[in-house]
Each structure stands twice: as C-alpha cells, then as structure tokens.
C-alpha cells in the first residue's frame, strides 16, 4: 500500500489512532500536502530528507503527544470525578430531583397531594451506646440501614434520611402509581423480618417500631452547600406520631393506610389513641400478609355437622 493508504489504516485503527505520523514525501504540491493533513498526519516533510530537520519535527510531534496525553488524562480525571459526583448526588437526592438540580434550577419544592411516608426508629439502640465501642456501634448501625437501603430500592421507593437511629423513607413522590400504601406497607413487613434476622444472626435484641401515614406533603431541597431533601406537612408529622406510639415490635396506620391495602395485608384494629396535636384518631396495627381477618362469628352446626366453622 501507498504512505496515505498506510495513514488511513493507522487512523482507523483505535489502539494506532494516537501515534504521531510524519509524512515524508517527494511531492511538494499544495493538494497533496492538504490531503496528507486531512487523513491525519502531525507533519509534513519534502524530499530530500534532512535529518537534523526530521528530529526536530520528531521532537515536536512527541512533544505535541505528551500535552495531548496530559489533556486526555485530566478529562478522565474529570469525567470520574462527575460521575463520582453524581453518584454521590443520587445518594443525597432522588434522581428527578437531581436532574433538576444538574439542569440549572435553584430553587425546588414540590407539591405531592398523595405519598405514604414511613418513620422506623430503633428499640435499644440508645443502651446499646453504653454497652459496646464507637466502631461496633457505627457498625451495627451501618448494617441495619445497609439491609433497609436494599429493601427501599427493591420495592422502587425513596428513603429520605437517617436521624440517629431513626429511618425515614416515602412512596409516591416520583410514581406514577397509586399503590404505595401497599408498597410501603411491604417495606415495613420486610424491615421488620430483616431485623428479626439480624438480631437472630447477632444475639441482638434490638427492637423496632414503624409507623405509617397517607396524605399529601411538600418536598424540596434545602441547604446551598450541603443539598437535603426533605419533606414536610401534617402527613410527616402524623407518620412520626405513628411510629412514636407504636407498641415495640409493631407497624403502626392510620385509618387511610388501613383503608388503602388490600385483603392480602393482616391487620388489626388498635382502637383510638391520644395524638399530640391531632386528639383521638383511629389506628391499626400491621401484623403480616394474608386475609384480613373480620370479627369472629358462629356458624350454627347443621343437623349432620360434626364441627362448628368459625368465619
């Protein structure tokens, strides 16, 4: 093959594509130089060759590289530090709201008229700051929430933040689906059984109370440094008296949540019970998946029965 064909071979080639090439050639028309340089050569050089000249342009195509080298090394650089800051964005934000953020806006607060917000707080953690050292405390807790975080992502919902040794995560903010008492109502099953495990595991007796609320809420970021995000409204505040009442062990709804899930959800009426700031509400509690169960009534035993069926 020719010098150009040569050149365009190497050009095409990914692992050659960054070599200097240097065209040395007896022809000394402008067209065939443009062309030369249009295929990708760094440089061109006439007939005869002088090499004092050649080791100059040598010199110069390396030199050339090695800037070009340092380029593309610091936008890779570059491009793993945005990615790295996008993770870490994703982390702190859900990701519409992220996006949001990347696209320019400064200021974000939304209107949600329906999300199901869960508040779960750790039973005994707090003796349990007394009890063993700063590492294996940071650990147990890092285990916990690692094991919640995966749930959360499982069923597709949001956690919104870690206050101590409080969890808080919602549904329906970023869904189009109107199904997230449901869903939320799986998480905290999950979460219950992942800590029962956990304790099993550990000889722990870490207990846990979670408490759920239906209704709307506004959500925004707040901070200019340091992004959260974070939601708040009559719904987060009941959610928390929710968990806060709740019996250790227990999942705690409103009337709405109770309301909302099917018959695949067990649950028990609580009775009304004292809210700060709401007065007397109804409650349920939780108790797994199956078949609601109803109140309890007789069926009266047929002239050839030999059992009474309670219903």
Request: negative net charge; hydrophobic residues 40%; glycine residues 8%.
């Amino acid at each position: 093959m020719s010098g150009y064909e040569l050149l365009a071979a190497v050009r095409a080639e990914p692992a050659a594509a960054r070599i200097s090439v240097i065209i040395l050639s007896g022809v000394d028309e402008a067209e065939s130089v443009a062309a030369t340089m249009e295929l990708g050569a760094d440089d061109f050089i006439q007939k005869p060759l002088n090499p004092v000249a050649l080791r100059a342009r040598v010199e110069a195509c390396l030199e050339r590289k090695r800037l070009r080298d340092r380029e593309n090394a610091a936008l890779e650089q570059l491009r793993k530090e945005r990615e790295k800051s996008e993770r870490l964005l994703l982390n702190i934000l859900p990701s519409p709201v992220a996006e949001r953020l990347k696209g320019g806006e400064q200021s974000i607060a939304d209107w949600h008229p329906d999300v199901t917000v869960l508040f779960a707080d750790l039973v005994g953690f707090t003796r349990l700051t007394t009890e063993v050292d700063s590492d294996e405390l940071i650990a147990i807790l890092s285990h916990v929430f690692g094991a919640f975080d995966e749930l959360v992502l499982k069923h597709g919902l949001e956690k919104i933040k870690t206050i101590g040794d409080a969890y808080m995560a919602a549904g329906g903010l970023h869904q189009d689906r109107d199904d997230h008492p449901e869903q939320m109502a799986q998480l905290a099953l999950d979460m219950r059984e992942a800590l029962t495990r956990y304790n099993q595991r550990g000889g722990r007796e870490l207990g846990l109370r979670i408490g759920l609320a239906t209704g709307p809420v506004i959500a925004g970021v707040i901070g200019t440094t340091k992004f959260s995000y974070d939601l708040w409204g009559d719904t987060v505040n009941t959610a928390s008296r929710m968990e806060s009442t709740c019996p250790t062990g227990a999942i705690q709804l409103t009337s709405e949540v109770s309301r909302r899930l099917s018959r695949n959800f067990q649950q028990r009426e609580r009775g009304k019970i004292r809210i700060k700031g709401k007065g007397d509400m109804q409650v349920f509690l939780l108790e797994g998946m199956g078949h609601r169960v109803p109140e309890a009534t007789v069926a009266r035993p047929g002239p050839h029965s030999e059992c009474i069926v309670l219903k």
